[in-house]
């Protein structure tokens, strides 16, 4: 089985949030069932060339209606597998992963297109096509248009994975018009949705799959649907949800580098060691009975650091330190600053993007708050259990998938509350320090959740499947 594998980000190379961990660890895991899979992304400037050995492996011509533009395939071995790399003037127009919508499609679109034709120049015929997200539908849709009249794509079946709905390539069309990707026509999606990439790839892939089967029944409605949930729902016998897994050698207490002492299950006690160094760090008190709270995210409306914040507010005669470490919306920085200097004796807020003090908050804290208000999986419920901080989360997608309410069940592996509201989580995060307080049982919490496989085993078996499943079908066609 030959997989083509398109994304915009993948760890360790390029990553902003989950989706640069599942596109970074999944094609590994692939290949440990013997696929033959090839993950392409773009090569950014922010990816430091001297880091990595680079072999140019390939140059090629992107058509689009009226020229061509030049694309450069490099290979690269991470961990021992490999990645490709393509870069080319709209790539380099700018520095990092992202910037601004319009620039971003084009960027995006030429990617998508020159890695098909990479593909073709190299004579490697994919069974699948696998895109992800928005940045890579245009290449589902050229595929979708352009397999019946080419033979080399005759047999190519593809997968679209939604990440993250609402972000589906708004303000793209001119970029998709430049290269020739024009709307389509197609009655179960809006008129403003016919034009926009992420869309458009639902309408013509064989197969769409999301992140967590939670999430991939919440986008059939229109509480989660955006606009989208008609053609999904109509599509429903095509949309299955996959859990991500969690690269656990990467996230494992035992062998992180970045913890100052190594821990396991059967003994928690080293976690202290994180906990002091960190609250030392940031000056805050090193009491042990005062449970620390976290949030690790993206400030973004989705993961509801308003809700947190508005919830510890409510909680200020209870115990509690706060930790977030996030960046992303400046209003939302600035309302995490603010709370910080309401509460300096109890809170920080660390506004950057720190991987090193990140797996110090995992490994150190009691509880991480995650009171997301949709979430297509979500990572850092997974990261907690494995280090021991027992997760608050919303139920809602993925947060309901992989957590287990205590309150509701003894054998249960974090607090799940819903609705999604602040008087609704600031009851739950009471109950979860009252919960705190008996020892034996948070024990208890802590090591269920260390005791869950979170591998990427189960979850590129069930990739696995469905791909088998999409090609067999595309065969007969
Ligand atoms: P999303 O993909 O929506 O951002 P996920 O929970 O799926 O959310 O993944 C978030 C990933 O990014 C986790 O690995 C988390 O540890 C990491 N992360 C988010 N914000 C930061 C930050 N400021 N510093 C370090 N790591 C972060």
Same mark, same amino acid.
């Given at each position: 089985? #030959?997989?083509?594998?398109?994304?915009?980000?993948?760890?360790?190379?390029?990553?902003?949030?989950?989706? +640069?961990?599942?596109?970074?660890?999944?094609?590994?895991?692939?290949? &440990?069932?013997? !696929?033959?899979?090839?993950?392409?992304?773009?090569?950014?400037?922010?990816?430091?060339?001297?880091?990595?050995?680079?072999?140019?492996?390939?140059? !090629?011509?992107?058509?689009?209606?009226?020229?061509?533009?030049?694309?450069?395939?490099?290979?690269?071995?991470?961990?021992?597998?490999?990645?490709?790399?393509?870069?080319?003037?709209?790539?380099?127009?700018?520095?990092?992963? =992202?910037?601004?919508?319009?620039?971003?499609?084009?960027?995006?679109?030429?990617?998508?297109?020159?890695?098909?034709?990479?593909? #073709?120049?190299?004579? $490697?015929?994919?069974?699948?096509?696998?895109?992800?997200?928005?940045?890579?539908?245009?290449?589902?849709?050229?595929?979708?248009?352009?397999?019946?009249?080419?033979?080399?794509? #005759?047999?190519? %079946?593809?997968?679209?994975?939604?990440?993250?709905?609402?972000?589906?390539?708004?303000?793209?069309?001119? @970029?998709?018009?430049? =290269?020739?990707?024009?709307?389509?026509?197609?009655?179960?999606?809006?008129? $403003? %949705?016919? /034009?926009? @990439?992420?869309?458009?790839?639902?309408?013509? @892939?064989?197969? !769409?799959?999301?992140?967590?089967?939670?999430?991939?029944?919440?986008?059939?409605?229109?509480?989660?649907?955006? +606009?989208?949930?008609?053609? !999904?729902?109509?599509?429903?016998?095509?949309?299955?949800?996959?859990?991500?897994?969690?690269?656990?050698?990467?996230?494992?207490?035992?062998?992180?580098?970045?913890?100052?002492?190594?821990?396991?299950?059967?003994?928690? &006690?080293?976690?202290?060691?994180?906990?002091?160094?960190?609250?030392?760090?940031?000056?805050?008190?090193? &009491?042990?009975?005062?449970?620390? *709270?976290?949030?690790?995210?993206?400030?973004?409306?989705?993961?509801?650091?308003?809700? @947190?914040?508005?919830?510890?507010?409510?909680?200020?005669?209870?115990?509690?330190?706060?930790?977030?470490?996030?960046?992303?919306?400046?209003?939302?920085? %600035?309302?995490?600053?603010?709370?910080?200097?309401?509460?300096?004796?109890? %809170?920080?807020?660390?506004?950057?993007?720190?991987?090193?003090?990140?797996?110090?908050?995992?490994?150190?804290?009691?509880?991480?708050?995650?009171?997301?208000?949709?979430?297509?999986?979500?990572?850092?419920?997974?990261?907690?259990?494995?280090?021991?901080?027992?997760?608050?989360?919303?139920?809602?997608?993925?947060?309901?998938?992989?957590?287990?309410?205590?309150?509701?069940?003894?054998?249960?592996?974090?607090?799940?509350?819903?609705?999604?509201?602040?008087?609704?989580?600031?009851?739950?995060?009471? &109950?979860?320090?009252?919960?705190?307080?008996?020892?034996?049982?948070?024990?208890?919490?802590?090591?269920?959740?260390?005791?869950?496989?979170?591998?990427?085993?189960?979850?590129?078996? #069930? =990739?696995?499947? *469905?791909?088998?499943?999409? /090609?067999?079908?595309?065969?007969?066609?």
């Amino acid at each position: 089985m #030959k997989i083509l594998f398109l994304a915009a980000e993948s760890a360790p190379l390029a990553k902003v949030g989950g989706l +640069g961990d599942v596109a970074g660890d999944l094609p590994r895991a692939l290949q &440990n069932f013997g !696929i033959d899979v090839r993950p392409f992304i773009p090569f950014y400037r922010s990816i430091n060339r001297s880091d990595i050995e680079l072999d140019l492996v390939d140059d !090629i011509f992107v058509d689009y209606p009226l020229g061509s533009e030049k694309a450069l395939i490099y290979r690269t071995l991470i961990n021992g597998s490999k990645t490709y790399l393509i870069d080319g003037e709209p790539i380099g127009a700018v520095n990092g992963i =992202y910037s601004d919508p319009q620039v971003d499609a084009h960027r995006f679109t030429f990617f998508s297109l020159a890695a098909l034709q990479a593909a #073709k120049s190299m004579g $490697w015929k994919p069974d699948i096509l696998h895109a992800h997200d928005w940045h890579t539908s245009s290449a589902v849709v050229w595929l979708n248009r352009n397999r019946d009249s080419d033979p080399f794509w #005759k047999n190519t %079946a593809s997968l679209l994975t939604v990440h993250n709905l609402p972000y589906m390539g708004a303000g793209g069309e001119d @970029a998709l018009d430049y =290269y020739g990707i024009e709307a389509v026509d197609d009655e179960r999606l809006p008129g $403003w %949705a016919r /034009h926009m @990439a992420l869309p458009m790839g639902l309408a013509t @892939a064989d197969w !769409i799959n999301t992140v967590s089967p939670g999430y991939a029944q919440e986008i059939q409605t229109p509480e989660f649907g955006h +606009g989208l949930e008609v053609l !999904i729902t109509d599509r429903k016998d095509y949309v299955r949800g996959i859990l991500n897994g969690l690269d656990i050698r990467r996230w494992d207490p035992t062998t992180d580098k970045a913890l100052p002492k190594h821990f396991k299950r059967d003994d928690l &006690n080293p976690r202290q060691e994180a906990r002091f160094a960190m609250l030392e760090a940031l000056g805050l008190d090193t &009491n042990p009975k005062v449970p620390l *709270l976290a949030m690790i995210t993206r400030l973004d409306h989705q993961k509801g650091v308003d809700l @947190a914040i508005q919830s510890l507010v409510n909680l200020t005669k209870e115990d509690w330190q706060f930790i977030l470490l996030g960046t992303g919306d400046p209003n939302l920085e %600035a309302m995490a600053k603010g709370f910080e200097s309401d509460y300096p004796d109890r %809170a920080r807020s660390i506004i950057r993007y720190d991987d090193h003090l990140a797996r110090n908050i995992y490994a150190g804290a009691d509880m991480m708050l995650i009171p997301s208000r949709y979430e297509p999986c979500g990572l850092t419920q997974m990261i907690s259990m494995r280090y021991g901080c027992v997760p608050v989360v919303a139920a809602t997608g993925g947060l309901k998938d992989t957590v287990t309410d205590y309150v509701s069940n003894p054998q249960g592996t974090g607090f799940v509350f819903s609705p999604i509201n602040s008087d609704e989580l600031t009851q739950t995060i009471r &109950n979860a320090l009252t919960m705190y307080r008996d020892k034996r049982r948070w024990r208890g919490l802590q090591r269920r959740g260390m005791n869950i496989d979170f591998s990427w085993q189960q979850s590129a078996r #069930k =990739y696995t499947e *469905l791909y088998q499943q999409a /090609h067999s079908e595309r065969s007969q066609k």
